[in-house]
């Protein structure tokens, strides 16, 4: 078995958990979430606690059993406290503005990029070069802010780029000049 499988979740007070039919679903203050659960596992809600077990001991079902509870546990916490990723943009003249619920970001590029998130995310520019990506789903909030960082990735030999705030970019030297 699993170790990370055998480990039960608590659900915290203000989220629902429900298991109908091979589908988790949980609903919380930021939103509901719902997964479908591989069919070689069992998942339980009891006394405030969620359990998963596989249903025979083999090597398919403990594939499944770490992966149901740790993806379990993200929709308890995603509705109860969200996830959030911060990007940062780096350059001269690399800018981001509010647009409604999208982002319009300035890049280097000859024209503006426009980008509307998918439902369930929300962008919020902090100032002109901090961009907040959050919301309860954590793949779609990763997603997001991996398609934003797209645009522009950070280059090596500057930094410039958008890049995750807690991210290092490890510099490469130029040309040496006049070297014989």
């Known amino acids: 078995m699993s170790r990370i499988g055998r480990k039960s979740i608590t659900v915290p007070g203000g989220v629902e958990v429900k298991v109908a039919d091979g589908v988790v679903s949980v609903k919380g203050p930021k939103g509901t979430?719902?997964?479908k659960v591989h069919h070689t596992m069992n998942v339980e809600f009891k006394d405030g606690e969620v359990n998963c077990?596989?249903?025979a001991d083999t090597r398919i079902n403990r594939k499944f059993h770490g992966l149901t509870r740790s993806l379990v546990q993200n929709m308890v916490i995603g509705v109860d406290k969200g996830f959030q990723k911060s990007l940062?943009?780096?350059?001269v003249g690399y800018r981001a503005a509010a647009k409604g619920k999208g982002i319009t970001l300035t890049l280097g590029y000859s024209?503006?990029?426009e980008f509307n998130p998918p439902q369930g995310v929300e962008l919020k520019v902090e100032k002109q070069t901090t961009i907040l990506v959050s919301g309860a789903d954590k793949q779609a909030v990763g997603q997001v802010a991996a398609?934003?960082?797209m645009f522009r990735p950070p280059e090596p030999y500057h930094g410039k780029g958008v890049r995750y705030t807690?991210?290092?970019i490890i510099k490469k030297a130029g040309k040496a000049a006049g070297s014989k």
């Open 33 to 35: 979430l719902e997964q």
């Open 53 to 55: 077990t596989p249903k």
């Open 88 to 91: 940062t943009l780096n350059g």
């Open 111 to 113: 024209h503006p990029i």
């Open 147 to 149: 398609e934003i960082r």
């Open 166 to 168: 807690d991210e290092r």
